[in-house]
T-cell receptor, first 114, second 116 residues
Framework: EPEVTQTPSHQVTQMGQEVILRCVPI?????FYWYRQILGQKVEFLVSFYNNEISEKSEIFDDQFSVERPDGSNFTLKIRSTKLEDSAMYFCASSVTESTYGYTFGSGTRLTVV | AQKVTQAQTEISVVEKEDVTLDCVYETRDTTYYLFWYKQPPSGELVFLIR??????QNEISGRYSWNFQKSTSSFNFTITASQVVDSAVYFCALGGVTDSWGKLQFGAGTQVVVTP
């Protein structure tokens, strides 16, 4: 069964450093998403991306965040200057259609900011 | 605005007992999708079910069953004859609403603890 692949599974970074979280969506999917889950809390939407543009973003997704699809397969989330409160699990997802059909999550990247 | 409420923070049961997880949602849309996900201790999100708002037929799949009632905006989930491997956090989510098609709105989750 097709999977959404996220790398790395765990990343530790120093406060103030830039991090890039990587995702390879399912190949025929057109819509891409990032979510965040702070430890012990609910999963929160960050951003959706379609046709090389952000479709929607939450209030969490401020100027220190950016997303990119640098080639035909990868979808990345960059955090420019990490803060302690950015420590969380980050999930990538992709879907076939806009209406969540085929919505598939990756296994997540646990980001720890020290 | 859309909202998903899971009022139960934790449910503890002994193996073989049934567990019912409650989910209440709010949306003004008539067309939407509802999901249940399982998050085991390893952290990944495991898809369990997706239902669209026009499909109120309840279903049983193995030990899992769902009760979707549009009249009360509820989408409850039951595990029959629970097993230790069912121990996880279960999330209900709402998606496919107007002007926010691809975004999933998650509830706070319910921790299920199954003891032998």
């Amino acid at each position: 069964e097709p999977e959404v692949t996220q790398t790395p599974s765990h990343q530790v970074t120093q406060m103030g450093q830039e991090v890039i979280l990587r995702c390879v969506p399912i190949s025929n999917h057109l819509y891409f998403y990032w979510y965040r889950q702070i430890l012990g809390q609910k999963v929160e939407f960050l951003v959706s991306f379609y046709n090389n543009e952000i479709s929607e973003k939450s209030e969490i997704f401020d100027d220190q965040f950016s997303v990119e699809r640098p080639d035909g397969s990868n979808f990345t989330l960059k955090i420019r200057s990490t803060k302690l409160e950015d420590s969380a699990m980050y999930f990538c997802a992709s879907s076939v259609t806009e209406s969540t059909y085929g919505y598939t999550f990756g296994s997540g990247t646990r980001l720890t900011v020290v | 605005a859309q909202k998903v409420t899971q009022a139960q923070t934790e449910i503890s049961v002994v193996e073989k007992e049934d567990v019912t997880l409650d989910c209440v949602y709010e949306t003004r849309d008539t067309t939407y999708y509802l999901f249940w996900y399982k998050q085991p201790p390893s952290g990944e999100l495991v898809f369990l079910i997706r239902r669209n708002s026009f499909d109120e037929q309840n279903e049983i799949s193995g030990r899992y069953s769902w009760n979707f009632q549009k009249s009360t905006s509820s989408f409850n989930f039951t595990i029959t004859a629970s097993q230790v491997v069912d121990s996880a956090v279960y999330f209900c989510a709402l998606g496919g609403v107007t002007d926010s098609w691809g975004k999933l709105q998650f509830g706070a989750g319910t921790q299920v603890v199954v003891t032998p």
